[in-house]
């Protein structure tokens, strides 16, 4: 079954379109990636997903429930981009308050250590009006994981946090991987996408892009080689490997299989070329976001 | 219960984000200046004589109208501007949507808050009247006629107003809500007086200015129910005249009609319910 499920979403605001006929799912127990530019509208898909902005169109399943019924959303949590929580509340009174709406049975000590693993142990009778942006973050992380959720929706969870945040929030995102709660991660920063993602939907003025796993939308890997004395016998056994692009003395070959390298290398030897560096990689995502985004336009 | 739950969460906020220490501030002021005019008033002597008991009487029915109507003034700002924010101030500072995001239904949040601000009103005119009525009967002897009919309505005047309060606050900006509100009270209240003098002229048509307002915005009406509550009947009977017809803003010369008080919990009812219907659709 699909921690959510929707289908042809589509919302207009006055004479903009935000999002103009999207479709998608998330299992349980996966963690997808939601990409795109700033304005394609992620952030209402979002929020039509929760039942916050009502869609002109389209249907969406939450854990199995139409979205228009609450109950729909008594196993989500969710930390929205725009974060804020009562500031005259103390931190536990936040999370003590959002248990109680969810209808959740959580234990004093579950809700502490909610508070512990975003690292607000020492600060959970403070005032939230007292808190930094980084901080209110990190509550709202806490207030999204404090009710036992089946399904944690995070919109740009690390916008305010400093690198150890980051790498706090990557952390969480992999504990709740194995625990197999479904995610759905909306994030500026590929890296982390790229680290924690089973699939990545990629949105584009209001449309999918892309959307896949990471190795279909990556494809195979390649190799980069910076090489002197190519001769024409030598640039046919690099496109025999496969596609070639070549940029002065530096030659990609794409969707080549990494265990053939040493073969190619031994054969470029034997042809007279002079082999500077070989550097097996594979494409970033960052590059094949841009690549996605620009052969849209 | 999700809906006590927000109600208790709206008496929260207002203790915490200090609008009970400034509205007991506001009130003691009021209540010391009130305590020392009744004290003058029954000592001071006019024309080279006290008044009489009857004069006193009047003077201190109309002095009371007066502060309480200070007091429901106090009552109806406080809640409008309290009214005003809960709605449009969380939606646009970010905090409804973790709210909304809960199963819960935006209805049980709009009545919840709608309860906690009633019962916030509800509670300062009853604490605030009643040290009110302790301070006139200490330093006249005076003791309004039907004291908790009266509170309840001006209670209830205070719900009135915050439930309009509401309803913009699901249509516009936080600001804009609490002062429309506002302005809409005083407009409807002067609407009143206008009309009161019409009625004390023998004017029909302008009159009928304050009944229409009094039946698109209950407020004045309740106030004028709550006022003829407050008043001694005895001493007005003596003094007859235009005055008690409506002329004066701060005597009333009627009861509360039963239709007027089911036409009022009909429009809360309504704008409550219209305001739960706009925060249904509207997108966060």
New interface residues.
């Given amino acids: 079954m699909n921690a959510v499920w929707a289908s042809g979403l589509r919302k207009r605001y006055r004479k903009r379109t935000a999002v103009d006929g999207v479709s998608f799912s998330v299992a349980r127990g996966e963690v997808l990636g939601l990409l795109g530019p700033n304005g394609a509208g992620k952030t209402t898909v979002i929020k039509m997903m929760l039942g916050l902005v009502r869609p002109d169109a389209g249907e969406v399943m939450l854990l199995g429930r139409p979205v228009a019924d609450p109950r729909a959303r008594a196993r989500v949590g969710y930390l929205p981009e725009l974060f804020r929580y009562q500031p005259w509340l103390s931190a536990k009174e936040v999370l003590d308050l959002h248990v109680r709406l969810a209808g959740a049975d959580v234990p004093e000590r579950d809700r502490r250590d909610t508070l512990g693993l975003v690292g607000l142990a020492d600060r959970a009778g403070d005032r939230v009006g007292g808190f930094s942006k980084g901080m209110q973050q990190r509550l709202g992380l806490a207030v999204a994981l404090v009710a036992r959720p089946e399904f944690v929706v995070l919109d740009e969870p690390t916008s305010a946090l400093d690198p150890v945040g980051r790498a706090d929030v990557r952390d969480i995102l992999l504990s709740l991987k194995e625990r197999g709660v479904a995610v759905l991660l909306n994030s500026h920063l590929i890296g982390e996408v790229e680290r924690v993602c089973d699939r990545v939907v990629i949105l584009d003025r209001g449309r999918v892009a892309a959307s896949g796993t990471l190795a279909e939308l990556l494809g195979g890997r390649e190799v980069r080689l910076r090489l002197e004395k190519v001769t024409s016998e030598a640039e046919e056994r690099l496109r025999r490997a496969g596609p070639v692009n070549r940029d002065g003395d530096l030659f990609t070959v794409v969707d080549l299989e990494i265990d053939l390298i040493p073969d190619l290398v031994a054969d470029l030897v034997t042809l007279g070329v002079r082999i500077h560096s070989v550097e097996p990689g594979r494409v970033s995502l960052e590059d094949r976001l841009l690549d996605i985004l620009g052969s849209e336009r | 219960m999700?809906v006590l739950?927000f109600a208790a969460?709206t008496l929260?906020?207002a203790a915490?984000?200090k609008v009970l220490r400034a509205l007991a501030v506001l009130t003691v002021v009021l209540l010391a200046l009130s305590a020392w005019g009744f004290h003058t008033l029954v000592t001071k002597e006019f024309d080279g004589a006290q008044l009489t008991t009857g004069e006193l009487r009047l003077i201190a029915s109309q002095l009371l109208n007066l502060v309480m109507f200070g007091l429901s003034l106090i009552a109806a700002l406080g809640t409008a501007f309290l009214a005003g924010p809960t709605v449009a101030g969380e939606v646009e500072?970010?905090?409804a949507?973790?709210?909304?995001?809960?199963?819960?239904?935006r209805s049980t949040v709009l009545v919840g808050k709608w309860l906690g601000l009633v019962a916030f009103g509800g509670g300062f005119i009853a604490l605030a009247g009643l040290a009110q009525f302790v301070i006139v009967y200490a330093t006249t002897g005076y003791w309004p006629s039907d004291p908790v009919t009266g509170l309840a309505l001006l209670a209830f005047q205070t719900a009135v107003l915050l439930t309009l309060g509401l309803l913009f606050s699901t249509l516009i900006s936080p600001m804009a809500s609490g002062v429309v509100a506002v302005g809409l009270f005083g407009a409807t209240w002067i609407a009143g007086v206008v009309g009161g003098v019409g009625r004390g002229l023998g004017n029909d048509s302008v009159a009928a200015v304050g009944t229409v307002s009094q039946v698109l915005l209950p407020t004045d009406g309740l106030w004028r129910g709550a006022m003829y509550a407050f008043q001694d009947p005895a001493a007005l009977l003596g003094f007859g005249g235009p005055a008690v017809k409506g002329g004066f803003p701060f005597l009333s010369d009627a009861p509360l009609t039963w239709a007027y008080l089911a036409w009022t919990i009909t429009w809360t009812a309504v704008v409550l319910g219209l305001a739960a219907l706009l925060l249904r659709?509207r997108?966060?």
């Fill in positions: 999700i739950t969460l929260r906020e915490r984000r500072s970010g905090t949507l973790a709210i909304l995001a809960r199963p819960i239904r659709r997108d966060l």
